[in-house]
């Protein structure tokens, strides 16, 4: 990369994925890196708590090649290492930016198990929160520190709405008056259009960040809540 002298930055934009199980963080990363990776040099965190299962999912989708694709196993509460004590992944992010230098946008998945996952800004630059149609759609009203304040609220599988009778359009409303105005966006990985305006998003935040036009916001401390062991913690 060519050295310029104005006050840009010259690391890739760090862009997190939170939200709860299964709503598709996963997919949504794939999604982007089959749509960008033709223009931007890509890398990839996941966060499991026991596992490297979601890297491994990415991996056999063969969306990126695999040593750009990398695991952090966080142990017990998969929020920590996202939001108190970062260095596992701040380590991971900078091992991959050196390997591959230089990277343009990394990617970083949260492990998922409720709603009030937020990354801390130490460790990405934006985040966007991914909710899910199937999951119902009551959701968005529920609020949180996700919902409410990451950079980009997704309301994904809308492909799915009328088979578990949730009105897309009520939940994408509802989302947006939780959100006081920032952006949402319904999307499906089974309607291009759809994947291709959450692209252009990373697109023009990847642009507003590499000219040094970017704020990082954070959402906000998590909610106390409890893991499988049934204690309850907050985080700070
Ligand atoms: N119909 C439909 N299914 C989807 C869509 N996106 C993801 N899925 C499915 O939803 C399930 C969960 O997707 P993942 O991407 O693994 O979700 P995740 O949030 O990463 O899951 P965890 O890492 O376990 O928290 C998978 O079976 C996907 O195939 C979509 O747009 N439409």
């Not at 930055?9 to 939170?18: D, K």
């Not at 040099?41 to 056999?60: K, M, P, Q």
């Not at 009203?141 to 409410?148: D, N, V």
């Amino acid at each position: 990369m060519t050295s310029n002298a104005t006050d840009a930055p010259h690391r890739a934009l760090r862009l997190g994925v939170a939200g709860p199980v299964g709503t598709g963080k996963s997919s949504t990363i794939a999604s982007l890196c089959r749509v960008l990776a033709g223009e931007m040099s890509i890398g990839v965190i996941t966060n499991d708590i026991y596992t490297d299962e979601d890297a491994r999912f990415l991996r056999s989708e063969g969306v990126l090649p695999q040593e750009r694709i990398r695991a952090v196993e966080t142990g017990a509460c998969p929020h920590t290492a996202i939001r108190d004590d970062v260095t596992m992944n701040l380590l991971a992010v900078e091992d991959l930016e050196r390997d591959f230098s230089p990277l343009d946008l990394v990617l970083v998945e949260s492990g998922g198990d409720n709603l009030t996952a937020t990354f801390s800004p130490a460790l990405v630059d934006a985040q966007l929160f991914v909710l899910d149609v199937a999951g119902g759609g009551d959701v968005a009203r529920k609020g949180g520190p996700g919902i409410a304040r990451a950079d980009l609220l997704v309301v994904n599988k809308i492909d799915l709405g009328e088979h578990v009778d949730v009105d897309v359009e009520q939940m994408l409303a509802d989302a947006r008056a939780a959100r006081d105005g920032r952006p949402v966006l319904g999307v499906s990985r089974k309607r291009p259009e759809t994947v291709e305006a959450l692209a252009g998003w990373v697109r023009e935040l990847q642009a507003a960040f590499t000219g040094g036009g970017h704020e990082p916001v954070d959402p906000g401390p998590m909610a106390p809540h409890s893991h499988a062991d049934g204690t309850v913690h907050q985080h700070g």
